[in-house]
């Protein structure tokens, strides 16, 4: 494998950026390698940008283009070096006068063979924006057409990081960002900085294995939860537009800082919007300059902003950023009531809905969420449209205030509604443990989504019985089991507005953000697919599943149980669960016999036969 040699990030540099992230409580920022103090934040990130241009080239190239090879990466690296080495050198040349990533598609673009031989030639005849949106749809979330991610020997993985860290870690960075396509910049940075921590202890010990299993898995979920979130924050702002986004943020933002003031979170509100024109399309540069801004504002007003965080924004970084990362939300200002009466008690609000209606509802929710921190960021989205729901009756009536007078009552009546609803799941969570549960929501999902492929019906189910395993021993049990099981459909629904699974799938995902969660509740089994033949089943009775190991022993059954379930989606979870023990007695007697394919042919296969019958009962 060629070398980079030509790269010049230091990844020390790694070690300076810090994340803000708390899921559904606040946005991610970045934190450039400058002490707090510095004024010129542009200048900085400037200075950071040019000295990583090789770097960010990598995340760019392989998120807008998965298929491309890792020296079709590396080519397309250099270029853009050579491009900025000349615009320093020359800043008046035309070329130099275009945005980074309309030069980065441009190189894309012109690399000779390769947008045919990789399926974008579509987006490269279009002008620039419409390019840049087609660059960004043709993203892929589903990875299954990548091969599996390289694993290599330990000791052979430690030998090639000793012998070339640079070239060992651009590679394993062009393998995570292409199969993270939707993850902001920021985030991948991290977790390259934190992989190198691992290589680096890691391989001087004695028990490799044991010390990367320890430290991949916490760099694995940070990653899965924070790409899970961006793709959904921005799956919500490409459906729904900038107006979600914003109710997102002040839902987010108002939660964590209570104190904050309307004013002043409508200023932020404005560099955090730039953040997520530039980070959902993909734009490394401009993602990267907006979130700096975003840290340094939240900074220069530490005041106004928050009484806990005055110590961290004193700090160097990256201290400055673990520390927000850490501080706990705001205390509710003293005197701050459980409502706002000029919301319900006001004789005007119909009024002052009228004069500026995104204004008047953003800060109802700013003025809701500080005083119900305890609540999720999706069932504050909820009661913000109960309540323009019922303003909208209200207003049209000859007594409109005798009627949004009671709004409290059917803002606790939405509550209680989705409590209920995750009282139930940690219920079953409780009661069923997980191997059961996992099979429970591969019925749930599956019944309602048949035509997803069976791996992203594995992958739906496992992130739903994990939410549970993290929440439902909480005391915000309420607000991380809803969060995170937004965040499941929000990978079902997909960032793609023309993401199409079925009617009834589709009305839930694309007709009321805030109430998808609720609307995915109701959801039966799809009518309108067309059921697949027995042998479909039969199909996944295979000689593969004779010579498995015992890790992918459960892998075998849930794609059974899938398999199962799209043939007979009418038959009830007792008789779909003995069917399933039945396959795995026969699965363990097959893997004894010499020739096991001849167990799970359809001449032979007692499971089959049984299938065959249970089918004419259907």
């Not at 504002?297 to 005055?310: E, N, P």
């Not at 009418?570 to 167990?599: H, N, S, W, Y």
């Amino acid at each position: 494998m060629a070398s980079l040699f030509f790269f010049n990030l230091n990844m020390k540099h790694l070690n300076h950026i810090g994340f803000i992230f708390f899921l559904f409580s606040l946005t991610e920022s970045l934190a450039l390698p400058t002490k707090p103090q510095d004024i010129d934040h542009l200048s900085a990130t400037q200075k950071f940008i040019d000295e990583n241009t090789a770097y960010l080239t990598i995340i760019a190239v392989s998120q807008y283009v998965q298929e491309a090879s890792f020296d079709e990466v590396e080519m397309l690296v250099r270029a853009m070096v050579d491009h900025k080495n000349r615009c320093l050198a020359d800043s008046t040349l035309p070329e130099c006068s275009k945005a980074a990533n309309e030069a980065i598609q441009d190189s894309i673009c012109a690399m000779e063979g390769l947008p045919q031989k990789r399926n974008f030639s579509h987006c490269c005849d279009n002008a620039s924006i419409p390019r840049r949106l087609c660059f960004f749809f043709n993203k892929k979330a589903n990875v299954e057409f990548l091969p599996p991610f390289p694993t290599l020997d330990l000791e052979v993985k430690c030998q090639s990081y000793k012998n070339n860290s640079e070239s060992f870690l651009n590679h394993y960075m062009y393998e995570v960002a292409r199969r993270n396509p939707f993850a902001f910049a920021p985030v991948l940075l991290t977790v390259a900085a934190r992989f190198e921590e691992a290589a680096t202890t890691c391989c001087e010990q004695q028990q490799k294995a044991i010390c990367f299993q320890v430290k991949a898995a916490p760099i694995t979920q940070y990653l899965k939860a924070l790409s899970s979130y961006q793709k959904t924050v921005c799956g919500a702002f490409m459906k729904f537009g900038p107006n979600i986004l914003n109710s997102i943020n002040i839902a987010v933002f108002s939660k964590k800082f209570p104190k904050i003031g309307f004013e002043d979170l409508t200023s932020l509100l404005e560099d955090v919007h730039s953040m997520y024109d530039g980070c959902c399309e993909g734009d490394v540069l401009q993602c990267l300059r907006s979130q700096s801004q975003v840290m340094s504002h939240i900074c220069s007003k530490q005041d106004s902003i928050s009484s806990k965080i005055k110590e961290c924004c004193g700090k160097r970084t990256p201290e400055r950023e673990d520390c927000i990362i850490n501080t706990n939300k705001d205390d509710r200002p003293e005197g701050l009531s459980p409502r706002e009466p000029k919301f319900t008690d006001s004789e005007n609000v119909c009024q002052e809905r009228d004069s500026n209606p995104d204004k008047f509802f953003a800060e109802f929710t700013y003025e809701y969420s500080r005083r119900h921190a305890e609540l999720s960021t999706p069932e504050l989205l909820r009661i913000t449209k109960v309540y323009k729901d019922l303003l909208e009756d209200c207003c049209s009536r000859e007594s409109p205030a005798a009627c949004y007078r009671h709004a409290e009552d059917k803002f606790n009546e939405t509550t209680e509604r989705s409590f209920a609803m995750v009282q139930r799941e940690c219920r079953h969570f409780q009661e069923l443990g997980k191997d059961a549960l996992r099979s429970h929501y591969l019925a749930k999902f599956t019944k309602a989504a048949p035509q997803l492929s069976v791996e992203e019906l594995i992958s739906l189910s496992k992130e739903m019985v994990a939410a549970l395993a993290t929440c439902c021993t909480l005391s915000e049990e309420f607000a991380c089991v809803d969060s995170l099981a937004d965040l499941v459909l929000g990978e079902l629904c997909g960032i793609n507005e023309n993401r199409t699974i079925n009617p009834a799938v589709d009305q839930c995902c694309k007709a009321d953000f805030a109430f998808r969660r609720h609307c995915f509740e109701r959801l039966k089994a799809d009518t309108t697919y067309v059921l697949p033949s027995v042998s479909a089943l039969v199909s996944a009775l295979d000689a593969d599943w004779c010579q498995t190991y015992q890790e992918d022993l459960q892998d075998k059954k849930d794609r059974f149980m899938v398999n199962l379930v799209k043939w007979m989606p009418e038959i009830m979870d007792e008789e779909r669960l003995c069917l399933l023990a039945k396959f795995t007695a026969a699965g363990e007697k097959c893997g004894q016999v010499q020739e096991p394919e001849a167990c799970f042919s359809p001449a032979g296969s007692k499971i089959d036969n049984e299938s065959q019958a249970a089918e004419k009962q259907i």
